[in-house]
């Protein structure tokens, strides 16, 4: 079993930047791909960002040039750094982890998740 365990959220302005972190533990052997997915009120959970143990990334449109996901596999931590935040970013970010080596993380691979991080961008 993996746990997530996510930090870094919180309330920033448009236009800011918020870097998220996620340090995993537990049977982290059996991992390969980690992401970012956010879930907007009243909307589908939907992955912002993956990338696997050797380094592939994948990005959603919505994000690309904004935001940039990054691992550091000796820590067993992924990071998402976010730039020029707008407030359609606002969200739960939630920590994610497949035994599978796809950047582009399907919630059915989706091992383990963790608690969630509020992400709210004000206007």
């Known amino acids: 079993q993996v746990q997530l365990v996510e930090s870094g959220g919180g309330l920033v302005q448009a236009g800011g930047s918020l870097r998220l972190t996620c340090a995993a533990s537990?049977?982290?052997?059996?991992?390969?791909?980690m992401g970012w997915y956010r879930q907007a009120p009243g909307k589908q959970r939907e992955l912002v960002a993956g990338?696997?143990?050797?380094?592939?990334?994948n990005y959603a449109d919505s994000v690309k040039g904004r935001f940039t996901i990054s691992r550091d596999n000796a820590k067993n931590t992924v990071y998402l750094q976010m730039n020029s935040l707008k407030p359609e970013d606002t969200a739960v970010y939630y920590c994610?982890?497949?035994?599978?080596?796809?950047?582009?993380?399907?919630?059915?691979?989706?091992?383990?998740w963790g608690q969630g991080t509020q992400v709210t961008v004000s206007s």
């Open positions: 990338i696997t143990s050797a380094g592939s990334t």
């Open positions: 994610a982890a497949s035994t599978r080596a796809i950047a582009t993380m399907d919630t059915g691979n989706v091992a383990s």
């Open positions: 537990g049977s982290i052997f059996v991992i390969n791909a």
